[in-house]
Every structure is written in C-alpha cells, then in structure tokens.
C-alpha cells in the first residue's frame, strides 16, 4: 500500500534516516527525561507520597523556589541577619510573630498597683494607685488612675546626713512630697511579645507608653520623728500641684483576664512653694514671734503640731523662695484584671 | 513481561504507602508547624534562631551610675561570659571609670561655710562624724555566674520579630574605691571657719582604697545577628563603707577615727553591644 508523504514528512524522514541524526534525537530525549530529576530540590526527601518534615521552616514559608541550590549555598549566610538562608536562597523568610488569641480592644482594665520612688535623693515615697483603662483599639487605650502615698518622708540621706550632722536641710522645692495625685492620660503599646520561661511554658506580653495630666496634693517634712518624745515626723502643706506623667511599661498576661504590669513612671512638677499650711514667711514670722494680729486669714496656724518648733522650720524653709521641677521616678508593679 | 511490571508497580505502591505511614509513627508532631495560639497554646517560644550553648560571650558597654547622691561614676565595662550549656555561664565583669563627686558636695560644702568664697563664717566647729556613701567607684573587677532563663521575641509594628534574652547576674571580686570626706579639711580651718583651699576637692581628704566589692544585676540581649547583640544592663556595685567619726572639724589634722559600717551601693547602667563567639 502506497501512501502519499507532505514535503515536510518526506524531509524529516530522510533526516532520520541518518544515523547520526536519530543518535541526537535520542540525546535531546535522554536530557529532557533527565532534567526534571536534577530541579528536585530537596535531596533525600521522598520521590512522592507522605507528609514534607519542616525542618528549618519559617512561619509562613516562602512562596517560590529560586532553583537548584549547592549545599555551600544552602549553608550561606544572610548578610544582615546572620541566620541561614536555607534552600530558598536569597529570599527571605517572613518571619511573622502571631499575635495572642485574646484581644484587648473594647475591654476595660482595672489595675491595682504599688509604687515605689526609686530616685529619691532627697525623700522616699511608698504608694497604693488604682488604674481603669479602656482599650478602645488593641494598641491604644485611654483611662483614669491615681496613687495614694500611704509611706512619704524625707530620705534617710536627708535625715541622717544633710541634717543631723551637715546640719543642713533640702530646699522645699527639691524636697516636696506627694500625699496623692489623680490623674487622666492614654497609652500606646505598639510592641507586643512572647517569652519562654526555660521551655516550660509561654508568656505574652506588650511594651507600652502612656502620658497623662492630672493633679497632685503636696507637702513638705518639717521636722524628722523624735524617738526620745515618741514624736513622729511633722508636715507642712504646700498646696496642689499640676502634675505630668509619663509612663513606660510592660505588661505580661497570664491568662484571658489576668496580666501582671511592671512600668517605670515619672511624675513631673513644678514645685514653687510660696506658703506652707497657708501661710507665707511673713505670717510664720509673725506666729513664732507671738504677733497674731499680722496674721492672714489664709493660714491655718492649727495645722502646725508645734507652732514654735514647726514654724521655725517652715520660716526657715520660706525665708529663701525656690522653686524646682521635679522628676519622682517611681517602679509600679500592678496586677490587671481585664474584662 | 507484564507479571515484572505489575510487580513493580505494587512495589511501588507500597514504598509509597510506608513513606506516607512512615512520619506519622516516628512522631508526626514534627512533620507538622507547630501552632502559635490560635488553635492551643503553645508550650514554647517556636523557631528559636539563636542559641547560647557553650559559646563565649563578649559585652562592650558605656556605664554610668544612677541614683547619685555624693559620688557618680561614668566609665566603661567590659564582660566575658562563657556559657555551660544554655543557661548558665561564668561571668567576669569590669568596670572603670571616673569616679566623682557631684555638684550637690560643692554645695554641702558651701553652706557649711567651709568653701572660702562664702561671706558668711564658717559653721563647721564641732565634733561629729564626717558623711556616709561618699566612696566613688573608680574600678571593679569580679568574677560570678549569669543566668538566662528567658528567650523570647517581640514583634515591632513591622511584625518582624526582635529575638532577645532577659538574664540576671551576680559576682564577687575587689573594687577600687576613692573614699572622700565631704566635711574634714586637709588642713585646719582657718580664721573665719573656712576650709583653706576648700573651694577646690584638693583642700579635703580623700584616700584611695581596694576592697571587696559585690555586683547583683541584670540584662536584657537583643539580637541583631548572630554574631552580634545590642546589650542593656543594671549591675549594683556593692562595697564597704567607710567614713571618719569623732572627727574635729575645726582642728580635723590628727583627729577623726576611720568607721566601717554599712554597704556602699552603685548601681550602674550600661549601654552596649555583645559579640557571640
């Protein structure tokens, strides 16, 4: 049977009537079977079937390979991280930190925390604050708090150097003590974590900062305690106080409802003391010396345990006028609850 | 031909199957990217990229002093941390600096009348004892043991993780100390009660002196490579205290006995950077 051949299929088939020409062909073939063998890219994993191990794997892995990779390749280093750029090659891996399950945003926090001073050269405060903040969106809440200061003296450096043996004493407005202050601010906390204590379990936290206005009520020691009378330490009102805060803080929680707070707070005031107990220099002149019809009626003598004694010290704190700023650093520890 | 291929074939299929059953005996957990809180709370921190088992730890720092009363103290530190294992290390610890008095002495001074350049006469003219923690730190050197029980990672808005270690130290050795009297002059007041030459520290006594010093501090090492760190630290200095008592202040040459008592604090920030080796 005859059978009629195109042009084309009449040259081809000369071709391959070649012997040289068909050993090409074969060639050609063998390479193209062999390549796909040689772009695997995992060597030793399995030819097909099972599950990939994740061995180096990143959070989210990488989209694409980049092709055949040496092992020197693979054992390069990542010129600005340091870490190993793996059989992926130069492209980087997202490293993505997931964020915890629960999330703050619409709840409240009710924080009830310790202050300690921590840098108080001249006096030493102790208090007891309560903080709610309301966490309108997951890195940025708004509140109200304030802090009581159940311990507020001068520092045993004041007491027991500067005065009983310089005999000197602080200027009121480096030395002025908060009773309490109140106040109204927002915080930011743009940096959230985990960390694991050993391998024995996983702590989330969130750095923050926050800022706040508010008011302080102030006073100033006049006299240290006595312990031959039994006298305790006396103390002079100066007076309220705009009061600025800044706080830096981190906050670890231990379950949905429960977080533990550590933050460095600075409380900031001017402290211009111009009247103790109401008084100013001139009517405490005026009370020690016995002359009570130059008295204003803004001082309130009776708030002086020892009119003489107290007075004295209180003149001698009016008598040269300073004003300072203070920056009352003070460690919180505080315990959240948050719903 | 046809039994050969279906031989192979079968054989094939069951090569497969056991590498598919295979994982899943010897722990299938691994195969697997462990969850991060969504689905169950994690039990560690997953992808730990750097690792601090048995390597050699080299901190650089700037070290300035805190809470500075009568002395401060800014300097450099140096430590060397081997580690055994991945939470313990030996730690050396070095510091030296300048150790000051600060502006608050040059007060104190002042107002006692000591410093000649005050009108009013001198009111240092009685017997007492001269102030406490007025030791500078000049230099340390100790050696203790680093613990780092903490790794961790935060993520900045840029959810790219910061990787770090939060570890506490502690260590004994000898600290060099410039002990100063902040009241007793060199030389004995003069007509006015002034201190001759007291407006300057040389008109009053200081002594230098070693003694054993103890640090308690911690760190917190923020990973940048693995080769290097940023490092921030706190590490209390803790010394001997010592001062004069029963000192004259007006005729102080030859008076004045030298008092031990209590411990002298200074605690140091240190800002730097760490070299993992």
């Not at chain 1, 092709?67 to 992926?88: F, H, R």
């Not at chain 1, 003598?301 to 700023?325: I, R, Y």
């Not at chain 2, 080299?58 to 103290?73: D, E, F, P, R, V």
Request: with cysteine; net charge negative.
């Amino acid at each position: 049977m005859s059978s009629r051949l195109s042009p084309v299929d009449t040259a081809l088939k000369n071709l391959l009537s070649h012997p040289a020409a068909r050993a090409a062909l074969l060639a050609c073939g063998a390479l193209v079977l062999a390549l796909p063998a040689q772009a695997d890219p995992t060597p030793g994993a399995p030819a097909s079937g099972g599950l990939t191990p994740v061995t180096a794997a990143p959070e989210v892995p990488a989209a694409r390979s980049s092709g055949p990779k040496t092992a020197a390749q693979a054992e390069a280093l990542d010129p600005i991280l340091g870490v190993k750029l793996g059989t992926s090659g130069p492209r980087q891996y997202v490293h993505v930190l997931i964020r915890r399950k629960e999330r703050d945003e619409g709840k409240n926090e009710f924080s009830l925390n310790e202050s300690l001073q921590v840098n108080g050269k001249f006096t030493d405060q102790i208090g007891t604050g309560v903080d709610w903040l309301y966490h309108l969106r997951e890195a940025f809440a708004f509140g109200l708090g304030g802090t009581w200061y159940e311990y507020r003296a001068d520092s045993a450096f004041t007491e027991d150097e500067l005065v009983t043996k310089a005999k000197q004493q602080p200027y009121t407005a480096s030395a002025l003590l908060m009773n309490w202050e109140a106040h109204a601010g927002f915080e930011l906390s743009p940096i959230y974590g985990k960390f694991a204590w050993f391998n024995s379990g996983v702590v989330q936290f969130g750095l923050y900062v926050g800022s706040a206005l508010g008011l302080a009520s102030t006073e100033v020691e006049l006299r240290p305690a006595d312990p031959n009378t039994g006298r305790g330490r006396t103390f002079g009102d100066t007076g309220f106080k705009p009061v600025g805060l800044f706080d830096v803080g981190y906050r670890m929680f231990f379950s949905e409802h429960w977080a533990l707070r550590a933050e460095i707070r600075d409380t900031l005031f001017s402290s211009d003391v111009q009247t103790i107990n109401g008084c100013t220099a001139n009517d405490l002149q005026a009370m020690t010396s016995g002359d009570t019809s130059h008295i204003a009626a803004t001082c309130n003598q009776n708030a002086f345990l020892d009119k003489q004694a107290d007075g004295n010290t209180a003149h001698d704190l009016l008598k040269d006028p300073s004003s300072d700023v203070l920056n009352d650093f003070a460690f919180n520890l505080a315990l959240s609850f948050l719903f | 031909m046809r039994t050969n291929t279906n031989a192979r074939r079968g054989l094939g299929m069951l090569l497969s199957l056991a590498l598919a059953l295979l994982p899943s005996v010897a722990g299938a957990k691994s195969l697997l990217p462990p969850d991060e809180g969504f689905m169950k709370e994690p039990k560690s921190v997953a992808y730990r990229l750097y690792s601090l088992s048995s390597k050699s730890d080299i901190g650089l720092y700037y070290a300035l002093s805190m809470k500075n009363k009568l002395t401060q103290h800014n300097g450099g530190a140096l430590t060397f941390d081997q580690q055994i294992g991945e939470y313990f290390a030996i730690d050396v610890f070095a510091d030296a600096g300048a150790g000051t008095l600060t502006n608050l002495v040059t007060n104190i001074r002042f107002e006692a009348g000591l410093d000649p350049t005050n009108p009013s006469r001198g009111r240092m003219t009685t017997t007492g004892s001269d102030l406490a923690d007025a030791g500078a730190l000049i230099a340390t050197g100790q050696v203790g043991l680093r613990f780092t029980p903490i790794y961790g990672k935060m993520s900045l808005s840029s959810e790219l993780p910061v990787h770090f270690n939060f570890y506490v130290a502690a260590g004994v050795g000898a600290a060099y100390v410039q002990f100063n009297d902040i009241l007793t002059c060199q030389s004995n007041l003069d007509g006015n009660n002034h201190c001759p030459g007291g407006s300057s520290p040389s008109g009053y006594r200081s002594q230098n002196l070693t003694k054993v010093g103890f640090n308690v501090g911690g760190g917190l090492r923020l990973y940048i490579t693995q080769l290097l760190s940023l490092r921030v630290e706190v590490r209390d200095v803790l010394f001997p205290d010592q001062y004069l008592a029963d000192v004259n202040f007006k005729s102080p040459v030859g008076t004045g006995t030298v008092t031990s008592s209590g411990v002298s604090q200074t605690p140091l920030v240190l800002l730097g950077i760490g070299f993992l080796l």
